[in-house]
C-alpha cells in the first residue's frame, strides 16, 4: 500500500513537456532538481499550459506515476529562485484540489496551553 504521508512534497517549477514517461521524469528529478528520485520524496511536475499534473514516487521496490487533468483553471504553483519548491501536504491537498496555492497561505498551528 502506498504510503504517501510523512514524505516530503517538491514541486517543479517549469512546465514539462507531458510526452516525458517516468524514465524522462526520474531523469528531470536527478538532473535539473538534483535529487535523489529514490529518497522516497514525491515529486510534482506540470505541464506548460498548467492544466494537468504528473505525480512521482518511489514505493519500496519500484516507482509510482499518477496523473491529474483540471478540467477548468490551472495549477499555480508558488515561484522559487532556485526552481525546487517544497511544499506541506496541506497545500499538496490544495494544488490536487485545483485551489490557487499562489493566493492561499496556511495558518500557523499554534500551541494552545490555557483554554479558558
Known amino acids: 500500500m502506498l504510503n504517501l504521508f510523512n514524505r516530503n512534497v517538491w514541486l517543479y517549477q517549469k512546465g514539462l513537456d507531458f510526452r516525458k514517461q517516468m524514465n524522462g521524469l ?3 528529478v ?4 538534483e535529487m535523489q528520485p529514490i529518497d522516497g520524496s514525491l515529486y510534482v511536475f506540470r505541464n506548460k499550459k498548467k492544466d494537468k499534473l504528473k505525480l512521482l514516487i518511489w514505493e519500496r521496490n519500484g516507482f509510482f506515476l499518477g496523473y491529474k487533468r483540471i478540467e477548468k483553471g490551472r495549477f499555480d504553483f508558488p515561484k522559487s529562485e532556485d526552481g ?3 511544499i506541506s501536504w496541506e497545500q499538496m491537498y490544495l ?5 490557487p496555492m499562489t493566493k492561499l497561505e496556511l495558518i ?8 479558558f
Open 30 to 33: 536527478a538532473s535539473q532538481m
Open 95 to 99: 494544488l490536487i484540489s485545483g485551489l
Open 26 to 28: 526520474i531523469e528531470v
Open 84 to 86: 525546487n519548491i517544497k
Open 108 to 115: 500557523d498551528q499554534k500551541k494552545i496551553t490555557h483554554f
